[in-house]
């Protein structure tokens, strides 16, 4: 079935510094691709998303790019901050509903 | 606020005791789901309902598990016979209105104990 494989943390940066999480998947279709966030004490939040091949999600500074080729969304932040701070997931959609990846906690330092 | 709205947020139980959440959809959105998320793992899905048709259950969802969605609506869940295995933070989620996102309410954490 539908998977996704993501970069295990906890990572821990500094202020400014860039951020890159990856992300690979295993869908036997075309599936539209997603990041959601948990900031603490938060619900999931739609951080970006990409419904098909090459098209470039962006949001608040944060980018992933669909990967065909390489069945990947790797999500990247150049400069982040502290309110960054925050598990992030990446998930795919068949049709409906989504598949997860385990998640990715954030703590960015000042 | 027209969020999802997901009741209660806490919830402890003894187990083999019955709980039921309920799950308030963004009024528009025809897709209700319901996920489960345990400690240092994404959520997973168990169920999924178009309008008030449930279109599918996942595995996870054993007989001691049943969800509704009268009149395509809200949508409660319930748990009958709690284990303690059952503890986790549950999720509604619910799409529609021409996005293919789904928008996640705060979840109801259970414990039991």
């Known amino acids: 079935g539908d998977s996704v494989t993501q970069m295990e943390g906890p990572v821990t940066l500094s202020e400014e510094a860039f951020l890159t999480i990856n992300c690979t998947y295993t869908a036997t279709g075309y599936p539209s691709l997603f990041w959601y966030v948990q900031y603490p004490g938060e619900g999931l939040q739609l951080l970006l998303k990409a419904t098909k091949a090459d098209d470039k999600g962006s949001n608040k500074g944060f980018e992933a790019t669909y990967r065909k080729e390489t069945t990947s969304f790797h999500l990247e932040k150049g400069s982040v901050q502290v309110s960054d701070s925050a598990v992030y997931f990446c998930a795919l959609s068949d049709q409906y509903k989504l598949s997860f990846g385990a998640g990715t906690t954030v703590t960015v330092r000042a | 606020d027209t969020g999802v709205s997901q009741n209660p947020r806490h919830k402890i139980t003894k187990r083999g005791q019955n709980v039921t959440f309920r799950c308030d959809p963004i009024?528009?959105?025809?897709?209700?789901?319901?996920y489960r998320q345990t400690l240092g793992q994404g959520p997973?899905?168990?169920?999924?309902?178009q309008n008030e048709a449930q279109l599918e259950k996942s595995r996870l969802l054993s007989d001691r598990f049943s969800a509704e969605r009268p009149k395509g609506s809200f949508s409660t869940l319930e748990i009958q016979r709690t284990?303690?295995?059952?503890?986790?933070m549950y999720l509604c989620a619910s799409s529609g209105g021409g996005y293919t996102e789904a928008f996640f309410g705060q979840g109801t954490r259970l414990t039991v104990v």
């Open chain 2, 27 to 34: 009024s528009e959105h025809n897709r209700l789901y319901w």
């Open chain 2, 44 to 49: 997973e899905f168990l169920t999924y309902f």
């Open chain 2, 83 to 88: 284990e303690q295995g059952d503890s986790a």
